[in-house]
């Protein structure tokens, strides 16, 4: 039965709910972000409800409501269903992502800080990140005018930087590459709203393969057993220098606290790999695709870096001297958004959204990507025009009405590393390069939309400027 006031959305059929509608709309639409959005039209409301099998799911649209979410505590949570279950490898609300409460305090509180110790968001962290960039460019010499997919060297690149402060050393290339190409394809199993496999985890018996169940373990296996081998390698001291593994395993021995467990250290490295490994590659990969399409953009940036820069290695620092180019990324942010839809969040107590019920334990998502085509937020929002975030007296100028790392006390952790390594690696490669359309083939702009939206397989060949 309906809860009191709880808010409209697609009928509740017996045992599946609204799922069979979901998905047929997803189909339709392309992507659940989608498929949510049209169905907050058909029901003209901010806020849509459903069930989707035994689980409530709302889903908030617009910047007001929005923003309750990321700011009131009944919010914070995160659900233990299925998804959260196989996510975490088996366990129940470990981590930092789908971490509760106390633990989730604590150790979120202890990571930043500790990733803090060990350099992380400090000069050490652009030190590394131009060592990539330098490793990146000598492969797209190695490549020689080659179409190169560049979305998926960038993949490896941010996962490499991340390592090294949480893991003290690589991860070997070819099983760095094996584990993204996995990752890659985990929207098959699973999406913001959970998937098939978290509304009726029985399928995973009859149909393991097409449900992504198999998928999903063999994943799990194989980063389960790189991070293993970290850990084991920091036990017998094999790994130089300071890390956050160290740090970690220094906290179990202290034995201060019973949270600081292998386990736990386990979940909040998936955690740094989950987070770290699409998010940032595929703004860049948005970013590079829009100047690949638009010349005249791309001799806009040239000039910026040309004349600002010159030959030395970028830095963050030059972002606010680099106006244009720092504008065009703010606008690949808006126009271009990976996180379509934040969350999952499940609420602590029963709550009200813009006059709707919503009860206790029901699981709550955020629609971000609308916020940015809002007309009464922006002007011409379809339009793409980095203009927008530059001021009459020539200055960048930051939006409030932007959440790319979301907002609140769960925002993204990982921003520091986000931002630099976006705009290092962007000013970076187009100092030297310019890039082309490879084989005449225009890649399409219209991106693929599962947990996060990247754009579609593209490749460019890129050709040395001076
Ligand atoms: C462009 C790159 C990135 C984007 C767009 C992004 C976006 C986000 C967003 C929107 C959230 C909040 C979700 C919510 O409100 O429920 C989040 C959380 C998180 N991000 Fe990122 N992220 C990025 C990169 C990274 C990196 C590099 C790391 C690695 C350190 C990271 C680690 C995390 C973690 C651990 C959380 C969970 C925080 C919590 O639940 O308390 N992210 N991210």
């Known amino acids: 039965i309906k809860p009191r006031k709880y808010p409209p959305g697609p009928v509740w059929f017996p045992f599946i709910g609204s799922s069979g509608i979901l998905q047929k709309m997803t189909k339709k639409y392309g992507s659940e972000w989608r498929a949510c959005l049209e169905l907050s039209r058909q029901y003209s409301t ?3 409800g459903m ?3 035994t689980e409530l799911l709302v889903v908030v649209f617009g910047e007001k409501n929005v923003r309750q979410v990321f700011n009131e505590k ?6 233990d269903n299925f998804f959260a279950r196989l996510r975490c490898l088996g366990y129940k609300n470990k981590g930092i992502t789908f971490a509760n409460g106390e633990v989730w305090k604590e150790h979120r509180q202890f990571a930043v800080k500790n990733l803090k110790y060990v350099g992380y968001g400090k000069t050490l962290m652009e030190k590394e990140i131009q060592n990539e960039l330098s490793s990146l460019l000598e492969q797209i010499k190695e490549n020689n005018d080659k179409p190169i997919n560049i979305v998926n060297l960038l993949g490896e690149s941010v996962i490499n930087v991340l390592w090294k402060f949480v893991a003290g050393e690589r991860i070997k290339e070819e099983k760095l590459k094996h584990l993204l190409d996995l990752f890659r394809q985990r929207g098959k199993a699973f999406s913001v709203a959970g998937g098939m496999l978290n509304q009726m985890p ?11 169940y198999s998928l999903i373990k063999k994943l799990n296996g194989e980063i389960s057993k790189v991070i293993e081998e970290a850990i084991e390698k920091h036990k017998k001291k094999e790994v130089e220098g300071h890390d956050f593994i ?3 395993l220094n906290e179990i021995d202290a034995n201060k606290n019973a949270t600081f467990t292998e386990e736990q250290l386990k979940i909040v490295c998936l955690d740094f790999f989950i987070a770290g490994s699409q998010t940032s590659s595929n703004y860049l990969g948005f970013a590079f695709l829009k100047v690949l399409k638009s010349q005249d953009i791309q001799e806009k940036i040239f000039n910026e870096i040309d004349t600002i820069i010159g030959d030395r290695p970028p830095c963050w620092n030059d972002n606010e001297r680099l106006v244009y180019t720092s504008a065009f990324i703010q606008e690949v942010h808006r126009y271009y958004p990976v996180v379509c839809m934040a969350g999952p969040r499940s609420l602590q107590a029963d709550t009200s959204i813009d006059g709707y019920r919503i ?3 029901a699981t709550v998502l955020m629609s971000l990507a609308d916020i940015y085509f809002d007309p009464e937020i922006w002007d011409d929002p379809q339009v793409f025009r980095p203009e927008r975030f530059i001021d009459e007296s ?4 930051n939006s409030e009405h932007l959440y790319p790392f979301g907002s609140g006390r769960r925002r993204c952790p990982g921003d ?6 976006i705009f290092i690696m962007f000013v970076g490669i187009l100092q030297k390069y310019r890039i082309h359309v490879s084989n005449g083939t225009v890649p399409s702009e219209i991106p693929v939309i599962g947990i996060l939206s990247s754009p579609r397989p593209y490749t460019a060949e890129f050709t040395l400027r001076k």
């Open 202 to 212: 029985w399928c995973r018996f009859i149909i393991p393969e097409l449900s992504g």
């Open 74 to 79: 009944e919010f914070d949570d995160r659900p």
């Open 394 to 397: 020539g200055m960048l100028k």
């Open 359 to 361: 009860p206790k334990g």
């Open 246 to 248: 160290y740090k970690f």
């Open 46 to 48: 901010n806020v849509l």
């Open 416 to 421: 520091s590393l986000a931002k630099s390594f």
């Open 51 to 53: 069930r989707l099998s």
